[in-house]
């Protein structure tokens, strides 16, 4: 079993920052893909950010410019600096690992999500 834990939530101002992290640890046999989603009140949960283990990232269009996910594959763990923060940024945020078992089988694991609230 593979274990995600996110911390680094909280309340800030709006213009202010963040930074998320994310750590997988447990049963691992390969992380490929990490990423961060985040879903607000009565809205269904979007994607933020992801990162695979070569680097590449993907945004959502509402981030771009403003939020930068990393990762240190040794250490299974990924990070959200999250800047000029809006008061539409508030919600759950949540991070995934995609744990590759073999070429064809890949299981995704989620955490138990950490709040961000941005106050106008």
């Known amino acids: 079993q593979v274990q995600v834990v996110e911390s680094g939530g909280g309340l800030v101002q709006a213009g202010g920052s963040l930074r998320l992290s994310c750590a997988a640890s447990?049963?691992?046999?390969?992380?490929?893909?990490m990423g961060w989603y985040r879903q607000a009140p009565g809205k269904d949960r979007l994607l933020v950010a992801t990162?695979?283990?070569?680097?590449?990232?993907r945004y959502a269009d509402s981030v771009k410019g403003r939020f930068t996910i990393s990762r240190d594959n040794a250490k299974n763990t990924v990070y959200l600096q999250m800047n000029s923060l809006k008061p539409e940024d508030t919600a759950v945020y949540y991070c995934?690992?995609?744990?590759?078992?073999?070429?064809?089988?890949?299981?995704?694991?989620w955490g138990q999500g950490t709040q961000v609230t941005v106050s106008s």
């Open positions: 990162i695979t283990s070569d680097g590449s990232t």
């Open positions: 447990g049963s691992i046999h390969s992380i490929n893909s």
């Open positions: 995934n690992a995609v744990d590759v078992i073999t070429t064809v089988y890949r299981t995704t694991y």
